[in-house]
């Protein structure tokens, strides 16, 4: 049920992203109260500092009012 895109600048492994992905799935379950971790669905974009500011930053900024932080 729950997608969830993360946009990070290149640098991980695929271990760590593997580490990333489970552990936001693992988040998701327990908040959302999903019965299977399988639910959620994790991409992982690598986004270099160019494309960032040419791309993601007009995203965010569009996608204001649907940003949480911590």
Excluded: F
Aim: net charge negative; with cysteine.
């Amino acid at each position: 049920m729950p997608y969830v895109n993360v946009k990070m600048y290149p640098g991980r492994t695929d271990d760590q992203k593997r580490q990333l992905a489970e552990r936001i799935a693992l988040a998701a379950a327990e908040i959302c109260k999903l019965t299977d971790v399988h639910q959620t669905t994790v991409v992982i974009e690598e986004v270099t500092p160019e494309e960032w500011r040419r791309t993601i930053v007009p995203e965010l900024e569009r996608l204001d009012a649907s940003r949480y932080y911590p």
